[in-house]
Structures are given as structure tokens and as C-alpha cells.
Nanobody
Framework: VQLQASGGGLVQAGGSLRPSCAVSGRTLSSYAVGWFRQAPGKEREFVAAISCSTGFTYYEDSVKGRFTISRDNTKKMVYLQMNSPKAEDTAIYYC?????????????????WGQGTQVTVSS
């Protein structure tokens, strides 16, 4: 399995951005895919995850109501729609996948990782 995140960039606080994650390998419905982030000097943390078979989603509390994770099984893509981002959302964002287990934390339960994409929110 290979994952490739893209679509990061510079966005103003209150704007919107939609990073994408391309997943190769088996059919996308075989995986749960999560988004994670790591800010300078901080540990990598969970942001959101989706079961690509059922569509079940799970969010970290600070992004609920602002971020939406979705998937397109045909295109083998997972998206993170970031609305009303804040300066504290600035980080490198990673996508990761797991074959078994629910679409929830912890970070260590995810087996396959892509490279990150930088998201910078200006205030």
C-alpha cells in the first residue's frame, strides 16, 4: 500500500483548504484511512479517520464541525475538507491506512503512511 498526500498550502484563517490522499494497492474499501498532523516541536496527533467500506467517520474534538473527511472509492482518494482553519491547525498533515480495526485513534494502529503535506494557516 502506498499513500501520497497533496493539496496543502497557505490559507488564511477562516478560509478553506482540501488536502487529498491518493491510496494505491487494494480497493479503497479494504482500508480505514486517517489524517494526522504534526506541528513543530509536538507529537504527531490524530485528526480524523474514515472507514472506506462503511463511511463511518471519527474526529478529534478540536476539528469537529470544521473539518470533514470523505472518500471516493472509485478514484481511491481520501479528502480532508478544512473549513474555518485556525492558526493552531498549522502543521504537516499525513494520511495513513490500516487494513483491520476501526477508523479511530491511536496513531500506532495505522500500518501504512504517506509523506506529509504542509498546511500553514495565517492569522
Amino acid at each position: 500500500v502506498q499513500l501520497q498526500a497533496s493539496g496543502g498550502g497557505l490559507v488564511q484563517a477562516g478560509g478553506s483548504l482540501r488536502p487529498s490522499c491518493a491510496v494505491s494497492g487494494r480497493t479503497l474499501s479494504s482500508y480505514a484511512v486517517g489524517w494526522f498532523r504534526q506541528a513543530p516541536g509536538k507529537e504527531r496527533e490524530f485528526v480524523a479517520a474514515i472507514s472506506c467500506s462503511t463511511g463511518f467517520t471519527y474526529y478529534e474534538d478540536s476539528v469537529k464541525g470544521r473539518f470533514t473527511i470523505s472518500r471516493d472509492n472509485t478514484k481511491k482518494m481520501v479528502y480532508l475538507q478544512m473549513n474555518s482553519p485556525k492558526a493552531e491547525d498549522t502543521a504537516i498533515y499525513y494520511c495513513a491506512a490500516k487494513v483491520s480495526g476501526p477508523a479511530v485513534p491511536p496513531t500506532t494502529s495505522y500500518d501504512y503512511w504517506g509523506q506529509g503535506t504542509q498546511v500553514t494557516v495565517s492569522s
